[in-house]
């Protein structure tokens, strides 16, 4: 756990009960959606890959007419 992370989980621990109960439901609300994210990012390469081999031969045939 790096500096800051440490520092704010301190200042968690202070909060009453509820607030914690909110903050820790944030912090893994964040945690879900950026390994969804990441996810439906990591699926979509080889539909990246073809747009960008298809614009690349746009880009040569167009240069070329």
Known sequence: MNALLKR???EVERLP???Q???ANLILA???DERGWDARFS???DQLGELVR???A???TSATE
Do not use: G, T, V
């Open 8 to 10: 704010a989980m301190a």
């Open 17 to 19: 009960e509820a607030a």
């Open 21 to 23: 109960e909110s903050i």
């Open 30 to 32: 964040e945690i879900e």
């Open 43 to 45: 699926a979509s390469q």
């Open 54 to 56: 298809r614009a690349r």
């Open 58 to 60: 746009e880009a040569r």
